[in-house]
Antibody, heavy 121, light 108 residues
Framework: QVQLVESGGGVVQPGGSLRLSCAASGFTFSGFGMHWVRQAPGKGLEWVSFIRYDAYNKYYGDSVKGRFTISRDNSKNTLYLQMNTLRPEDTAVYYC??????????????WGQGTMVTVSS | MVMMQSPATLSVSPGESATLSCRAS???????LAWYQQKPGQAPRLLIYAASTRATGVPARFSGSGSGTEFTLTISSLQSEDVAVYYC??????????FGQGTRLEIK
C-alpha cells in the first residue's frame, strides 16, 4: 500500500542541525513532487517546503528559507529535509506528504506518521 | 494568502449536522481548496479536494461547497468518530500553500 515513513527527529540544541528522511513506498516516487509540513505542539499545520519530482524546483516557507534544504534521492525513494540553524520555534512534528497529482499543486492524499523535532537547550 | 476558519470550536449533538466555514483573504480562482480531518495523535487525513470532491474512502456524509473566498464543509448525521480538528488548505496561491487555523469539532 502507499506509505510514507519519516525518521530522523530528535532533540537538538538551538543553532544545531538535523536531517529528516521520508521513505516512500507503494507508488512511483520519481513521478511526484513532495512536500514537508510541520505542526508545533498544540498548534495548526504549516507548509514548510516542496520539491519537484526531478528536484529541478524547490520552494520554502518564509520561516525556514535560508536555513532548511529539501532534497530527494529517486533511486532510494527517499525525501530529505536538512535543517540548519535550528530555533526553539522550529519545535514541531514534521510530516512528509504526497500530493494527488505529480506536479505537486494539489491536495495531500498521503501523509507520513510524522517525526518529532525538539529544539531546546 | 490567509485562511480563516470559523468557529474555533463547534459542539454538535449526535445525528445533527455540523457546518464549518473557511474564508480566504483572496479569491481562489480555481477552487483549489481542501479539507482535512485530524484526530489526536494522528496525521491529517484528506477529506475533500477541489472544494467539493470527496477523497477516496470518505463517507458521503462529508460534503464540501463554495467558491471564490467562501467555502464550507458540512458533516451530516454526526457520529462520535467525527470528533477531530478540521483544517482547510488553499493550494491555489502556488507555491505558498496555507492552512486555516482549524476548527475543533466536539460532540454534545
Amino acid at each position: 500500500q502507499v506509505q510514507l515513513v519519516e525518521s530522523g527527529g530528535g532533540v537538538v540544541q538551538p543553532g544545531g542541525s538535523l536531517r529528516l528522511s521520508c521513505a516512500a513506498s507503494g507508488f512511483t516516487f520519481s513521478g511526484f513532487g513532495m512536500h514537508w509540513v510541520r505542526q508545533a505542539p498544540g498548534k495548526g499545520l504549516e507548509w514548510v517546503s516542496f520539491i519537484r519530482y526531478d528536484a529541478y524546483n524547490k520552494y520554502y516557507g518564509d520561516s525556514v528559507k535560508g536555513r532548511f534544504t529539501i532534497s530527494r534521492d529517486n533511486s532510494k525513494n527517499t525525501l530529505y529535509l536538512q535543517m540548519n540553524t535550528l530555533r526553539p520555534e522550529d519545535t514541531a512534528v514534521y510530516y512528509c506528504a504526497k500530493p494527488l497529482s505529480g506536479g505537486g499543486q494539489d491536495a495531500f492524499d498521503i501523509w507520513g506518521q510524522g517525526t518529532m523535532v525538539t529544539v531546546s537547550s | 494568502m490567509v485562511m480563516m476558519q470559523s468557529p474555533a470550536t463547534l459542539s454538535v449533538s449526535p445525528g445533527e449536522s455540523a457546518t464549518l466555514s473557511c474564508r480566504a483573504s483572496q479569491s481562489l480562482s480555481t477552487s483549489k481548496l481542501a479539507w482535512y480531518q485530524q484526530k489526536p495523535g494522528q496525521a491529517p487525513r484528506l477529506l475533500i479536494y477541489a472544494a467539493s470532491t470527496r477523497a477516496t474512502g470518505v463517507p458521503a456524509r462529508f460534503s464540501g461547497s463554495g467558491s471564490g473566498t467562501e467555502f464550507t464543509l458540512t458533516i451530516s448525521s454526526l457520529q462520535s468518530e467525527d470528533v477531530a480538528v478540521y483544517y482547510c488548505q488553499q493550494y491555489n496561491n502556488w507555491p505558498r500553500i496555507t492552512f486555516g487555523q482549524g476548527t475543533r469539532l466536539e460532540i454534545k
